[in-house]
């Protein structure tokens, strides 16, 4: 079983929907969440971040976490052509910070 | 502010060459990370470095050294390529105090044939 699950996707939404990807992990120590974005033969960078139960917004991306589910979820409002991308959910392991556990990802195609 | 630079951006190597990926920050930060991604695998943590002069296994390090030469880099060494190899790898970087931003470096294209 793998630690960090994302569907895949493709997950295709119209431009000026909302998108929303989801992430469940299976390590109840996890402390920390992260979304990574992604871009086509680029490297990942950080968008968002969680440590709390419930909804942490900014700008355009709201982050969703609960821990006694095990889920975190991003929702990216008002979906532009500019967010496709891959994104990528990371947790905290035991090993804290120096050892986060990514996800394989899920792919955001946004459709004018 | 050059970020996290990392050498060679693509690289083609026949089984059994050996190599060095290199890598450098200019963040004076602790912390450095190796990772490798294949479709469908995600990131996986191959070595890490949380400070100069140590170094410490990730999910994957079979088949690859580490050296933290000082602070700034951190290289990756494959002493016998192998097939299974075939990725791309990204040098990452993590400040002090808590920071959990990773910075990563633009990653280097390896096929080993």
């Known amino acids: 079983q793998k630690e960090v699950e994302q569907n895949s996707g493709p997950l295709s939404v119209p431009e000026g929907a909302i998108a929303s990807l989801n992430c469940t992990y299976s390590?109840?120590?996890?402390?920390?969440f992260f979304w990574y974005r992604q871009y086509s033969g680029k490297s990942p960078e950080l968008i968002m971040s969680?440590?709390?139960?419930g909804d942490k917004e900014d700008g355009r991306f709201t982050a969703q976490l609960n821990k006694a589910s095990q889920y975190v979820s991003l929702l990216i409002r008002d979906s532009q052509p500019s967010d496709s991308a891959t994104y990528l959910c990371?947790?905290?392991?035991?090993?804290?910070?120096?050892?986060?556990?990514f996800g394989a990802g899920t792919r955001l195609a946004v459709h004018p | 502010n050059a970020g996290v630079t990392q050498t060679p951006k693509f690289q083609v190597l026949k089984t059994g060459q050996s190599m060095t990926l290199q890598c450098a920050q200019d963040?004076?930060?602790?912390?450095m990370y190796w990772y490798r991604q294949d479709p469908g695998m995600g990131l996986r943590l191959i070595y890490y470095?949380?400070?100069?002069?140590?170094?410490d296994k990730g999910e994957v390090p079979n088949g690859y050294n580490v050296s933290r030469l000082n602070k700034r880099e951190f290289s990756l060494r494959l002493e016998s390529a192998a097939p299974s190899q075939t990725s791309v790898y990204f040098c990452?970087?993590?400040?002090?105090?808590?920071?959990?931003?990773?910075?990563f470096g633009s990653g280097t294209q390896l096929s080993v044939l």
């Open positions: 390590d109840r120590v996890s402390q920390s």
């Open positions: 969680i440590y709390s139960n």
């Open positions: 963040m004076n930060h602790n912390s």
């Open positions: 990371a947790v905290t392991s035991s090993g804290g910070y120096n050892k986060l556990i």
């Open positions: 990452a970087s993590r400040g002090t105090g808590g920071a959990e931003k990773l910075f």
């Open positions: 470095s949380a400070s100069e002069g140590t170094t």
